[in-house]
């Protein structure tokens, strides 16, 4: 089992199995200076930066990351596990599930803001050592 390093990932990780290691690529998107500011407050400061950064997926919000940065991450994250043998459980962010979705597709990157995952979502993600597929969305049963 892996989990992001976020704390929020460990404490879920822990109710699934108290054996996971953390991993850096599960990170959440880096907001850059966003980080810690609720959406509305950005919205309400930054309304334009906050546009763009929704629409396209090539704008970097003031030193973060963007949405094409974070399907490339995971991207590289899922290729790592391309021939792995076995199950591997991945606690970490709806951001970083809405990336392997889009990679496991095949989707453009503009495809990040019509996909909705819910906290304790779940994508059940597949490699037959050939292909990816995509075999479930849902939410996860824990209280």
């Known amino acids: ?3 992001s390093p976020a704390h929020a990932a460990w404490q879920t990780a822990e ?4 054996n996971f290691l953390v991993d850096r690529m599960l990170a959440d998107i880096n907001y ?8 509305a407050d950005v ?3 930054e309304p334009e930066s906050l546009a763009e950064w929704m629409d396209n997926p090539d704008f970097v919000p003031n030193g973060g990351e963007s949405h ?12 790592v ?3 792995e043998n076995g199950h591997t459980v ?3 962010h709806p951001n970083v599930v809405r990336a392997a979705v889009i990679t496991v597709l095949g989707a453009a990157p503009e495809a990040f803001r019509h996909i ?3 906290h304790l979502g779940m994508a059940d993600i597949r490699s037959d050592g050939s292909r990816w597929a995509l075999r479930s969305l849902g939410r996860l049963g824990l209280p």
């Open 1 to 3: 089992m892996l989990s």
């Open 15 to 18: 109710l699934i199995s108290e």
């Open 32 to 39: 850059g200076r966003w980080t810690g500011i609720s959406i």
């Open 43 to 45: 919205q309400a400061s």
């Open 68 to 79: 094409a940065d974070l399907v490339a991450r995971t991207a590289a994250w899922l290729s």
């Open 81 to 83: 596990r391309w021939d």
């Open 90 to 92: 991945a606690v970490t």
């Open 116 to 118: 909705d995952i819910e």
